[in-house]
């Protein structure tokens, strides 16, 4: 197998098991602590007809009070720890898709109102 490679450098230890949620907190504050995260337990299901109320969970991140990117993600994956090497590996593949845009627009000294064009 070969040895995948995170493109975002969180500074945070490759061996922590924090959980999805923890760990984009954490690397969101280190980015700027303008970033936050704020967790919905519910969506607008008209809108939103993928979402499942009690399995799913609806994620902003957000510059200041701003939404730069919304996401879906099961509750189960978002606040388990991730003490499995491989599970750990895969949820912070998942979290570089929401946090490289964000050190891109740090980067670029611009703050748009969308970053993942959502």
Request: proline content about 3%; hydrophobic content about 35%; glycine content about 6%.
């Amino acid at each position: 197998m070969k040895k995948q490679l995170l493109k975002f450098q969180s500074g945070i230890s490759p061996k922590s098991s924090m959980s999805y949620q923890k760990y984009l907190e954490q690397a969101l504050s280190i980015l700027n602590p303008n970033f936050n995260l704020k967790v919905y337990k519910r969506a607008d299901t008209e809108k939103f007809t993928s979402f499942i109320k009690g399995t799913d969970l609806r994620v902003q991140i957000r510059w200041k009070e701003q939404v730069l990117d919304e996401f879906f993600v099961e509750k189960m994956f978002f606040e388990k720890g991730n003490s499995n090497k491989e599970d750990r590996l895969y949820m912070r593949s998942m979290a570089e898709a929401h946090l490289i845009p964000c050190k891109n627009a740090l980067d670029n000294g611009t703050r748009k109102a969308t970053i993942n064009g959502g």
